[in-house]
């Protein structure tokens, strides 16, 4: 079998203009032109693209009805497939302070109706941000961390319940990740509420998710596996010394076991979007890897 190996759209040396004046910023951003950098990606290889929902943060209009138009066009044309990484810059959807929480679910579900259109496979979700993370880190008595972050997959679970309502989305299409979050906690929203899990190796290695190994998350998570997170970094050990940019790695660059991960993925007959979150780049590099190692699983 061959896998299905995509990118991420959201490459900042594509997307950050060398420009010397502010002008000049000015009339790149007005210019930005959404469906280009998608072919861009496609000429380099890529049929299968994962669309960034924060996008639209610096480009009002890259998720418009017309951009959204160009690129049903360019799929059509390429035959592309699609996944959506809903936005998660300044988007809290676990916070408890109310209208935070709800503003954060307006953003996700405005881009899974803007996106709607292009068929995306997976609707991939950090269910928990930035705050949340703030709390997993503190130096707290073990109780009272205990429930400040039960009180944060409370908000989560409010959040993807009102998404899903509001959006008729079937529950298996939005893939929750494993992000800096408790892994136990992250899995259980995705059980109670019928969710699909976006594995990211990277995150997992570093420590993000916990003391967890990675192949015992991979284990626990493949009955819900919609996606997967590819790439590299340095395992963090039991101590949890989370690396912060530490991730992110090409294949090889790291201790992810990319052969063992591989042959475990073809034997559970995983055919979902792998999507390399790196640089291009880094993403040809770690075909590459693949093709030295396992040459059968790249077309």
């Known amino acids: 079998m061959t896998m299905r190996f995509g990118i991420m759209a959201m490459q900042m040396d594509l997307l950050v203009p060398a420009v010397a004046t502010p002008a000049e910023a000015a009339a790149y951003l007005a210019g930005f032109n959404h469906a280009g950098l998608v072919r861009t990606l496609y000429q380099h290889g890529f049929t299968l693209i994962e669309l960034g929902g924060d996008l639209g943060m610096f480009f009002p209009h890259s998720f418009a009805d017309r951009a959204v138009a160009e690129l049903a066009h360019l799929k059509a044309e390429t035959?592309?497939?699609?996944?959506?990484?809903?936005?998660?810059?300044?988007?809290?959807?676990?916070?408890?302070?109310?209208?935070?929480?709800?503003?954060?679910?307006?953003?996700?579900?405005?881009?899974?109706?803007?996106?709607?259109?292009?068929?995306?496979?997976?609707?991939?979700?950090?269910?928990?941000?930035?705050?949340?993370?703030?709390?997993?880190?503190?130096?707290?008595?073990?109780?009272?961390?205990?429930?400040?972050?039960?009180?944060?997959?409370?908000?989560?679970?409010?959040?993807?319940?009102?998404?899903?309502?509001?959006?008729?989305?079937?529950?298996?299409?939005?893939?929750?990740e494993t992000i800096e979050f408790p892994f136990e906690l992250t899995l259980e929203l995705a059980d109670e509420l019928d969710l699909s899990i976006c594995l990211d190796t990277g995150h997992v290695l570093v420590g993000f998710s916990g003391d967890v190994q990675l192949f015992d998350v991979l284990e626990r998570v493949l009955p819900r596996l919609g996606e997967i997170h590819l790439h590299d970094g340095p395992w963090q050990g039991p101590e949890r010394r989370i690396g912060y940019g530490k991730d992110h790695q090409a294949l090889g660059s790291g201790n992810l076991d990319v052969a063992r991960l591989l042959d475990r993925l073809v034997k559970a007959r995983f055919s979902g979007p792998i999507i390399f979150e790196l640089k291009v780049n880094e993403a040809l590099a770690s075909l590459e890897v693949i093709r030295a190692i396992r040459p059968g699983l790249v077309e």
């Open 79 to 176: 035959g592309l497939s699609f996944t959506v990484h809903l936005p998660l810059w300044s988007v809290e959807p676990s916070t408890p302070l109310t209208s935070v929480r709800q503003g954060s679910v307006r953003a996700v579900v405005d881009t899974i109706f803007a996106t709607q259109t292009l068929q995306p496979e997976c609707y991939v979700l950090h269910a928990t941000g930035a705050l949340a993370a703030e709390f997993y880190q503190m130096r707290l008595p073990p109780q009272a961390k205990t429930l400040i972050l039960s009180q944060f997959q409370q908000g989560a679970r409010h959040s993807i319940q009102t998404i899903l309502a509001e959006t008729g989305l079937p529950s298996r299409r939005l893939a929750i």
